[in-house]
Antibody, heavy 117, light 110 residues
Framework: QVQLQQWGTGLLKPSETLSLTCAVY????????WSWIRQPPGKGLEYIGE???????NYKPSLKSRLTISLDTSENQLSLKLSSVTAADTAVYYC???????????WGQGTMVTVSS | QSALTQPPSASGSPGQSVTISCTGT?????????VSWYQQHPGKAPTLMIY???KRPSGVPDRFSGSKSGNTASLTVSGLQAEDDADYYC??????????FGTGTKVTVL
């Protein structure tokens, strides 16, 4: 059974870089889109971006200048880096498999990231 | 890209049905048959309940059904059960490898 396990720094100061990693266990890494989605406290879900092995990454336009999503196929891991964070980036960050056509069918457990001075 | 519009809340007694709407635009919901629905319990990651407007992943009860008309998609939960008490989010493909989520609906089983 495929599982996603994620980890990363939970507390950041403004202007620092958010860094998260998501490992895929028990299944194929290739051939799927791998995405990051976030959820501010008490609010809804927000798509951040995605990447696929052998393809390019796609980013939400408003975050594109600060965002890097990359894949390490040797380790079956995807990573997220978001630079110059502010309090508005405080959220639970999820990694997820999929997008088209079947929706986001597998999710990581989520990582709470707080940006505070 | 604006969030899709969902009612903040919906409710029903056990055994009843509840329908949640998800309104977008001709650039997202109206343009593609790639609407999906997610259930989220407090403190948990979302779970996929419906994809491609009306398809159910393996393991999702057939009490959950989806449909779409124009720029509005809908999720119906029939025969409400206590475990259906949760937040529900719709999502749509919006072109150019982008996705947009709905504002979320809190379903309360009375």
């Amino acid at each position: 059974q495929v599982q996603l396990q994620q980890w990363g720094t939970g507390l950041l100061k403004p202007s620092e870089t958010l860094s998260l990693t998501c490992a895929v266990y028990g299944g194929s890494f290739s051939g799927y889109y791998w995405s990051w989605i976030r959820q501010p406290p008490g609010k809804g879900l927000e798509y951040i971006g995605e990447s696929i092995h052998g393809g390019s990454a796609n980013y939400k336009p408003s975050l594109k200048s600060r965002l890097t999503i990359s894949l390490d196929t040797s380790e079956n891991q995807l990573s997220l880096k978001l630079s110059s964070v502010t309090a508005a980036d405080t959220a639970v960050y999820y990694c997820a498999r999929g997008g088209l056509p079947g929706g986001f069918d597998l999710w990581g457990q989520g990582t709470m990231v707080t940006v505070s001075s | 890209q604006s969030a899709l519009t969902q009612p903040p809340s919906a409710s029903g007694s056990p055994g009843q049905s509840v329908t949640i709407s998800c309104t977008g635009t001709s650039s997202d919901v109206g343009a593609y048959n790639y609407v999906s629905w997610y259930q989220q319990h407090p403190g948990k990651a979302p779970t996929l309940m419906i994809y491609e407007v009306s398809k159910r992943p393996s393991g999702v009860p057939d009490r959950f059904s989806g449909s779409k008309s124009g720029n509005t998609a809908s999720l119906t939960v029939s025969g409400l059960q206590a475990e259906d008490d949760a937040d529900y989010y719709c999502s749509s493909y919006a072109g150019s490898n982008l996705y947009v989520f709905g504002t979320g609906t809190k379903v309360t089983v009375l």
